[in-house]
């Protein structure tokens, strides 16, 4: 019988406590002193500890693109996983399967389902997955896409499109542990849906698609300018719902002369009268205004 297979039978701590045994079961016979005794013990544990490591083969094991040597007297790859504290949950793929055996230099890959916690339409759904594709994952799960909806990975925003599942990045030999970590923690993923909008101004209905959070955000997003005059309802701080409409009063650009000065400006006002009381103007008896008190404010009027 080979040393690998008596080895395999009787665990190392049996040996020790075998060869202790016999080591002072012979000092005591040949009544040998206390020092050579304890040397021969010396010697024997060293002999079993070279024996045992020199029993071991050496495997490796591969997750997610990075490589971890590993000394093993385990022989099946459900054995050596287990070892390395590995479990493995469903949707998980290891190649070859658990009851193989590895020889020495052998190879065992694994590749494991990364897990989706994702957000959306007012729920949190858990999920497994192999697909690389993130749209294709969750269309996997029941979560659908529209075209002009947003996908967040954490807090950054990512296109519809070509976004890959991708493994974390890890400094240096991060070691099967922190590897297992980081590839366990749930990818956080948040759906937001975009929702039509309708903006009314002077007439001029526009209608369209928005993901953002305020109205002053969507306005920004369609490029559509507010400025400090102008009066929108609801306020810009008014978080968007479905179906909301916007409505815009502009204010008119103009350019005030008072006293040799001139000024530019935006205003609400209707009538000339406004803009100067608006502005705190008082008229004095022997002043004047062009044009006239009840002429209708226009854009570009000077």
Partial sequence: MSPEKRLKRIPYRDWLLKARALVGALGTLLSVPKVLTLSLLFIVFNWLGMFYLASQHQVFVEMDGVVIAHRTHQRTVGGILRELHLFLREGDIVHPSLHERVPEGGTIRVQLARRLLVVHDGQVSTFDTQVKDLRQALKDAGVILGQRDQ????MAKAPL???EISAP?????PGIPILLQALRYPLRVFVR???PLQVREEGVNL?????ARTVEQALREQGIPV???DRVYPGLDTRIVPGMQVFIERSKALTLEDGGR???LRTRAKTVAELLSER???LGEKDYVLPSLLAPIREGMH
């Fill in 151 to 154: 996908v967040f990975l954490g």
């Fill in 169 to 173: 990045v890890l400094p240096g030999d």
């Fill in 193 to 195: 849906r975009a929702v």
């Fill in 262 to 264: 001139s000024f530019s």
């Fill in 227 to 229: 400025y400090a005059q």
């Fill in 207 to 211: 209608v369209f698609f928005t993901t």
């Fill in 280 to 282: 705190g103007l008082v």
């Fill in 161 to 163: 499109h070509d976004v």
